[in-house]
C-alpha cells in the first residue's frame, strides 16, 4: 500500500503541528508496513502576500493527483479576513466536493475539560457538518449600500442531493458507532430548508432501521451539548449551525488543541482534506508552544480514511497517552515542546499499542 | 405612578411563575409607592388547543392598550412544533415591533455553574439580539419539494433601519456599562449582511467613541463565551445568533431557572414583553417545581423599563438573595415550592433591601 499525500503547512504554528505529525505519520508507516510519498505544498496566507495567489486551477490540479491532503493551519494578520477563508478555504471544499465536515468530540483522559464534572465516558460524540452548501454558497446582495435604508439580503440554499449525502453518511457512521443520529437544525424558524433536511432523514432513515433518530433545535442543542454530550452520538447539522456548535464541541473536548477535522469527499473525484481545529496563532508560531495532538489526530483520520485504520487506532492511542501526561495542553507548561511531543507519540506508535 | 400591565401566564409552568412573579410585583408596589393595574389575558398552547385563536387582531389590541406585557411560557406537546412560535411568538415581536431582545447572562452568587473555575464577577455581560429581522423574516421557498432534485432556498433580511435601531440601543446600554461593545456576527462568510452590521456599527459608534468597540465570529464566540465570559460586556448580534449564543448564555448562569429576557419595543409605539427564558415544561407543571426567579426577574426588568428602578433593583437583589439559599435550582430538592420562593422574595421587597 502506497499512499500519495499532499502536504500544506500553511502559516504560523501550521509547520510545527505539521513537522510533529509527519514525524507520527514515518513511525506509523514502519510499524504498520506501508508507505507514502508525500508532496510539501506552498500555499496559505505568506503565499498569498508573496505572490497574490490563493486556490489557482494549477494548485488544484496538483492536489487533486493525490489521494489526501493534510493541512497545517491559515491565517495572517496582514492578511483581510475572509480573503483566505472564501479565496482558498471555501473554493478547495466546493473544487473537491468535500460534502462532509466530520469533527469528533472526545474528551481524552487527563485532558482538563471547562465543563465541571465532565467525563471522559459522558463525552464521545461526532458531528457530522454539510460543508458545501447551506448559507455557505455566497449568495447575497445589498440593495442601497451605503445609504440609510440599505437593505442585505443573504440566501442559504439547500439542495436535496446536497444534504442526502451527510445524512447518508451520518446514518452509516451511527451504525458504526451507538446507533444514534440527532439531526440539529431550527425547523420551526427556517422551515423550508428545516423541512427539507427533516424530510431527506426520515426518508434515508427508513434504509437505516436500527439507528434511532432525533431531533434537536440549535439553540437548544447549545444548551444541552456542554451538559449532557452523553446524549448525542452522531450529530448531522447544516454547514452554518455545524460551524457553530463544532466550536462549541472544541471548548467541551478541552480546547481548539486537541481537536481534530477530516473534509470528506464522498464520491472518490477528489482528495479529503484534514487539518487541526485551530488556527496559524501567529503569536505563538515558531516557539514550538503548540500542541500537535490536533494536527496528529488529523493525520490518524487522514489514515483511516485511507484504509490504515490499525495505524489510524495506534496514532489515537499512542496520542492520547501522550496527552494525559502533558501537564498542560499548550505553552511553555506543556513539558516539552510541539517537535517533542511529537517524537513521543511517534516512538509510541513505533513500538506498537501503548 | 400607574401602570397598566397585561399578564398571560400561558402554559405548564408558566401560571406558577407567573403568580409568584405578581406576588413579588405585589410587594414592590407597597414597597416603593406605585401602582399597577393587572390584565389577565389567556393565550398560549391550551388556548389554541381549545379556541384555535393564535395571535388575533382582538388580542393585539387588547395588549396594545398596556404598557407592559408580562409573559409566562408557551407549549404543549399536543401542538405541532412551530405553530405557536410563528403563529404567536413571532407575530407578538413583528406587531409590536419589539425590536431587542434583551438578555442579560450574569452569574448570581451561589448558583452552580457547570463551567468550572467561573466566579459571579468575571461573569455580567448582555446580549443584545435583534428580534424582527434577519432568518426569521419567514422568508424561503422549496423548488421541486418532494423530489430526489430539490431546492430549499431560505432568505435573511438585514435592513440599515433595523440594525441601527439595535446597534444604537447597545451602545447606550454598555455606556451604562463598562463601555465595551461586541458585534457577533459571521462577516467572512455571510459577507453581505455582515458588512451591514459592521458599517452600521462603525458609523452609529462614531456618536460613542467612549465606548470600545470589537468583533468576534458567532463560532468563536462560542468558543470564548463559556471560558471566558469576563471579555464581554454588551454583545450585539443579529436574530439567529443571538437565538444561539443566548442559550449559551443561559448555561453559563446556571441554568434556564434564572434566566430573564426582555422583547422591548424601543419607539413607545407598542408595549415591551418580558418572559422567563425557559419553556412551559409541561413534565413538572403544578408540582410547585419550578424556579420562579427567571419570571421574578423579568418582572424586575419589566419595572425598569416602566421607570421604577428602584423597585427593580430591590427585586434583582432579593432575588438573588433568595436564590443563593437554593440547596437546588428547581425540583423536589428546591427546599421550598415556586410559591415559597415567591413569598421570600416579596416578603425581603417589602422589607426593603436585604
Ligand atoms: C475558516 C472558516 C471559513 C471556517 C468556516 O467557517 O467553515 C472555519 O470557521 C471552520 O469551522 O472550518
Ligand atoms: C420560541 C422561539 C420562536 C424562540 C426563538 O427562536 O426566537 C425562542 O427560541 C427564543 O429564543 O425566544
Known sequence: RNHRIAVVPGDGIGPEVIDASLEVLAAAETAFGFGTELTRVEAGARHYLRTGELWTPELEEQLRGHDAVLFG?????AVQPGVLERGFILAMRKAFQQAVNLRPVKLYEGVATPIAGL???RCDLVIVRENTEGAYVGRGSTVHAGTPYAVAVQESVNTRPGIE???????RLAQQRRKKLTLCHKKNILVEAGNLWQDTVDEVGRRYPDVEVDYVHVDAMCFHLPVAPER???????????????????????GLGVAASANLNLDGSAPSMFEAIHGSAPDIAGRGW???VGAVLSTAMCLASLGEREAALAIEAAAVHVLAGLPQLSGPGMGMDTAGVGKEIASLV???LP
Open 165 to 171: 449525502r451527510v445524512v447518508d453518511y451520518s446514518f
Open 73 to 77: 493551519a491559515m491565517g495572517d494578520p
Open 290 to 292: 503548540a500542541n500537535p
Open 232 to 254: 448525542f452520538d452522531v450529530v448531522v447539522t447544516d454547514n452554518l449551525f455545524g460551524d457553530i456548535i463544532t466550536d462549541l464541541g472544541a471548548v467541551i473536548q478541552g
Open 350 to 352: 513505533g513500538a506498537g
Open 119 to 121: 467525563t471522559p465516558e
